[in-house]
């Protein structure tokens, strides 16, 4: 690193640790009065980063080294200002935006990987594994934070007070601070697919709560949601093509060569790149960068849109297309008929709601859909009881006898002779029977089955639906609808139901779903039917309330129930009447999604945060017209490389001369990065015992302020159970009943923010935990790693929240057995 911004990196460390180590901070504090009544706001900028990121991206740190160097000069620059901002901030809250400066720690690491790779380049001594981890920057890493907005502030002022609407500011600074943590540590799974998604997948879900329930920056909310769609639709697709989510991407890979799978090889190759890019991890991506542009060629090998289509949607992909096909078609036929102008007309308006390359955005959107909304699980896990009666052979008199096949000479005292000399032979030929007592045995088990819930899609046919709104709109459907068919196509324990309607000043019908063929019926309909008219959301969503009660009198095993609303509208909602007709349903519980399209809808957006409040499933979606254009004409999940190149197709009716291709091209590649993942393992071993025996010499406790996410990382990999349950103990104690309770801090004091802050934080972890699954070792070092996480926003060191876990156990109690409980995972 170099001189300027290792002294950049020394004043984030200093501001980090609070306004007293901040050197800066006398003659600031002398013109503080000046600049309060001067009305000082204190910006951050993000424009030189992001015109460098594009440049390296346009390889113009080797094409052009000097302008390079000079776009990197303008993004230090903007860096050192905006340390400035935040120091100065510090010092006026007396407190230290920790946000703030952790997204400026990300941005200096970037820039001291973009400046090494730009000045070797300008020695003539390139590093192309160097200039593409920089070009390649996950943006994930670079959102500024997000804060609660005043209606006089930008998404890019730091906030000098606490927002005014909201009650705590510490609690909400800290749970926004959960959305960019989830997504590092997403970032930091470069492994296991599955463990990455569901981090994504829990972001995305704080994300919807805090955009529904505070005024945040709305550009904030965009590139989060974004980012998080398309990783979610890449591992998707990546699943799609063959990949276990729940396994390590190198055993898959290593797994997939040695079976002479090219498809797999590719697709578990592009995985591990893209994580070791995310995780800025030089090592593993210089090696799977070079395999890829050898395989691809330097364009990269972008899967085409219809194989990836085919491969998530199954069936429904076809469907969609023959169905626009058709639907166009007829469309067209009627136009070169002529006829009355009332059919003209009639087929002109259809071929503008449907133009052509309505199936492309269709397909695209729907491809995106699982990754931009969250619309509850389709299935509810619930533990039953099973009995099974069964027959045992017993050597003691029961009131059952039964005549068994011989399995031994111990039998030949009760068994059924015949003829005595072919005894020896009937036993060996199991023509030999003999008697046995049994009796009745009673098998008794418990197993997690699937039980369907009754979703409910209501969608606004008004028509102001047209174009990228009705694609999305009828997208968002055929996703569901592809879903179903799979799980249709093999029930096993599961019962699923989907119900859609259409609506407008009038409701349309019903259409109930539970077959595979009603499901092809459904496509059909939704992509070849035009629709017009107004909007009546009250009446829409009292009719879907009678619709789940109607298939509960049909169903009494009935898990719960969804409704999924999507509109454009805005309308006025009577949320005590709907309240009402949810409450008249007893204790079923429905969860509530709203996707507004184009237009926000206050009321709506209000009645779920308040569904929010009250702990029910609610989540509320808003995707202005520039997003659904993005959605339905670009591919969401970038150019990324899942199937094999065609030269690897075609040789695949030559078994022998495909297995010397991957062996040329990625022979040997697994073996190293193994070797690099088990080289790493021993190196944080060894490093952590000689912290660890060095806090010994010394005297110090084995309890210390930092890295024990890392190390319960290490103790969970390498099943070392007896340390990370010690460690899971220091950080979330087993609670106890305590004799004489005792007493909560008083309001408005430090004590009493410091323990509803350890609450808090308690709270999310254990939110996320239990998400996340996994072992029980697993999920304890997933804890501690979160915890330790979620500490500095909570404004907590370690070593403090120790102390609040000594001084208040009882109020920590709730939180901690929750925490304990996600760990635990179900009972059984």
Not at 120 to 137: F, I, T
Not at 528 to 539: A, H, K, L, P, V
Request: charged share 30%; proline share 5%; net charge negative.
């Amino acid at each position: 690193m170099s001189a300027r911004l290792d002294d950049v990196g020394e004043r984030l460390a200093r501001a980090l640790r609070g306004p007293a180590a901040i050197e800066s901070q006398r003659l600031f504090r002398m013109a503080r009065p000046l600049l309060a009544m001067a009305g000082w706001r204190a910006s951050i900028e993000a424009t030189a980063l992001p015109a460098l990121i594009a440049l390296l991206r346009a390889d113009g740190a080797s094409s052009d080294p000097a302008a390079a160097r000079t776009r990197l000069d303008a993004a230090i620059d903007e860096l050192e200002r905006n340390v400035l901002a935040v120091e100065r901030v510090a010092i006026v809250r007396r407190r230290a935006p920790v946000a703030h400066a952790l997204w400026l720690r990300r941005v200096l690491g970037l820039l001291d990987l973009a400046e090494s790779a730009i000045e070797l380049a300008a020695a003539g001594r390139p590093d192309a594994s160097r200039a593409r981890a920089a070009a390649r920057a996950d943006d994930g890493a670079l959102f500024p934070p997000l804060v609660p907005l005043r209606p006089e502030q930008t998404a890019l002022d730091v906030p000098l007070s606490d927002h005014p609407d909201v009650d705590d500011a510490r609690l909400v600074d800290l749970e926004l601070a959960a959305i960019d943590h989830l997504m590092a540590a997403a970032r930091a799974e470069t492994i296991v697919l599955g463990r990455k998604r569901r981090l994504l997948v829990a972001a995305r879900q704080r994300l919807l709560e805090a955009a529904a329930a505070l005024p945040l920056a709305r550009e904030g909310v965009r590139e989060r949601t974004r980012y998080l769609a398309r990783e979610i639709t890449r591992i998707d697709r990546l699943e799609a093509a063959g990949l276990d989510a729940d396994v390590s991407l190198v055993h898959q890979a290593r797994q997939a060569l040695v079976r002479r799978d090219p498809d797999r090889v590719v697709a578990a190759l592009s995985a591990l790149d893209a994580g070791a890019l995310a995780a800025v991890d030089l090592a593993v991506s210089a090696r799977t960068g070079v395999a890829l542009a050898r395989i691809h060629g330097r364009g990269g090998g972008a899967s085409p849109l219809a194989r990836s289509a085919r491969q998530v949607l199954g069936e429904a992909a076809e469907v969609v297309a023959s169905a626009v096909d058709d639907a166009r078609g007829g469309a067209l036929h009627q136009l070169s008929l002529g006829g009355v102008p009332s059919d003209r007309l009639a087929a002109e308006s259809f071929l503008d709601y449907l133009p052509d390359g309505s199936e492309r955005a269709l397909l695209r959107a729907a491809l995106a859909a699982d990754g931009l909304f969250e619309v509850g699980g389709a299935l509810s896990p619930v533990r039953i009881a099973e009995e099974r009666r069964v027959l045992r052979m017993v050597r003691h008199p029961t009131q059952d006898l039964q005549l068994m096949p011989a399995e031994d000479v111990h039998d030949l005292r009760d068994a059924v002779i015949g003829d005595p000399r072919s005894v020896l032979l009937d036993l060996a030929t199991g023509r030999l029977f003999t008697r046995r007592f049994v009796e009745e045995v009673v098998q008794r088990r418990t197993r997690v089955v699937m039980r369907g819930e009754v979703r409910v899609y209501v969608l606004d046919g008004s028509g102001s639906m047209r174009g990228p709104r009705a694609r999305v709109r009828d997208a968002i459907l055929v996703a569901e609808l592809s879903t179903l068919m799979g799980r249709l196509a093999d029930p096993g324990d599961t019962r699923c139901t989907l119900f859609f309607r259409y609506f407008d000043e009038e409701l349309g019908r019903v259409t109930r779903v539970d077959t595979i063929a009603g499901a092809r019926d459904a496509i059909r309909e939704i992509v070849g039917t035009e629709r017009s008219g107004g909007t009546d959301i009250q009446r829409a969503l009292m009719a879907s309330l009678e619709q789940i009660a109607e298939a509960r009198a049909l169903d009494a095993e009935l898990a719960r129930a969804q409704i999924v609303l999507v509109t454009d509208g805005e309308a006025a909602v009577d949320e005590p009447a709907i309240v009402a007709a949810r409450d008249a349903l007893g204790g079923l519980p429905i969860g509530v999604s709203v996707i507004a399209l184009g237009e926000e809808n206050p009321a709506l957006r209000g009645l779920v945060a308040r569904q929010r409040a009250k702990g029910e499933a609610a989540f509320y979606h808003f995707l202005d017209d520039a997003e659904l254009r993005e959605i339905t004409q670009d591919d969401l999940a970038g150019q990324i490389a899942i199937h094999a190149p065609d030269r690897w197709a075609a040789l695949a009716r030559d078994p022998d001369a495909l297995a010397r291709v991957l062996d040329d091209e990625v022979g040997g590649l697994f073996d190293e990065l193994e070797q690099i993942e088990r080289e790493r393992d021993v190196a944080a071993m060894e490093r952590l015992e000689e912290e660890a025996q060095a806090r010994r010499e010394v005297g110090l406790p084995d309890e210390h302020d930092g890295g024990d996410g890392e190390r319960a990382r290490l103790e969970a990999s390498r099943r070392d159970r007896v340390a990370l349950a010690a460690r899971y103990a220091r950080w979330f104690p087993e609670p106890s009943a305590a004799a004489s309770p005792s007493p909560l801090p008083k309001a408005k004091t430090q004590e009493r923010d410091d323990v509803d802050a350890a609450c808090c934080a308690l709270a999310s972890v254990a939110e996320v935990v239990a998400l996340l699954g996994g072992s029980p070792a697993a999920r304890q070092a997933d804890a501690i790693d979160l915890l330790e996480r979620l500490l500095p926003d909570a404004r907590l060191t370690p070593t403090r929240y120790r102390a609040v876990l000594r001084d208040y156990p009882d109020a920590l109690a709730p939180s901690l057995r929750a925490v304990r409980a996600a760990v635990a995972g179900p009972p059984p």
